[in-house]
């Protein structure tokens, strides 16, 4: 099967750089992908690894180590509107088209 | 551009009645069709996949089920509501194999 696990909850200061973990256990792997999900409102898509390594898109960069089933998602220059809950995904099963999330992020921004 | 429509934003519905939630995605074609269900403060729980029209892929069977009568339309059925069913409920297509997933509105769905 397939589980996700990262931390309930992270507080950083406005401006500051935070890191989201996940690790993650699943056959066929097909990659890593990030959500933003504000309250009341739908996931939106932030960014996908599929090999190792880093890839950037603005203020957001997630990272993934597929030896350590692992990745990250770095948020630089924090600002209030960043607050929010973070989830990773990984797509598998067969084809990559079964995407399981993790139970996410709560992220709080603090002025 | 590719848009995903869901409806309605908001349901209430009584014990035991039935369940219909659709999804259309426009401007794209053979999309890969999701439904999620999110409970307040959690994560995201598949429910339903589909590649293809008629090909529906359950991951959570309970008294749910899914349709796909048309290659752009989703459709989340249940016979009879159970308490235990309120929740989010979120459609999304992909293009491939799921490396981006599009999400809908979302239809917060209350049993009582």
């Known amino acids: 099967g397939q589980s996700l696990e990262q931390p309930s909850e992270v507080t950083a200061v406005e401006g500051a750089i935070v890191q989201i973990n996940c690790t993650y256990q699943t056959s066929g792997f097909y990659g890593l992908s990030w959500y933003q999900q504000h309250d009341g409102g739908a996931p939106t898509f932030l960014s996908y690894n599929a090999l190792d390594g880093l890839e950037e898109t603005g203020r957001f960069s997630s990272f993934l180590s597929r030896s350590d089933s692992y990745g990250y998602l770095l948020l630089q220059e924090l600002q209030m509107k960043d607050s929010a809950s973070y989830f990773c995904?990984?797509?598998?099963?067969?084809?990559?088209?079964?995407?399981?999330f993790g139970a996410g992020t709560r992220l709080f921004v603090k002025a | 551009s590719q848009t995903i429509h869901q409806w309605p934003a908001t349901l209430v519905q009584p014990v035991g009645s039935p369940l219909s939630l659709e999804c259309t995605v426009e401007g794209t074609s053979n999309p890969n069709l999701y439904w999620y269900r999110q409970a307040a403060g959690r994560g995201l729980q598949l429910l339903f996949y589909s590649v293809g029209i008629g090909q529906i892929s359950s991951e959570v069977p309970q008294n749910l089920s899914a349709s796909r009568p048309q290659d752009r339309q989703f459709i989340l059925s249940s016979k009879k509501l159970l308490l235990s069913d309120s929740g989010f409920y979120l459609c999304?297509?992909?293009?491939?194999?799921?490396?981006?997933?599009?999400f809908g509105s979302g239809t917060q769905l209350s049993v009582l």
């Open positions: 999304a297509w992909s293009p491939g194999q799921a490396e981006k997933l599009f």
């Open positions: 995904a990984v797509g598998g099963g067969t084809g990559g088209f079964k995407t399981i």
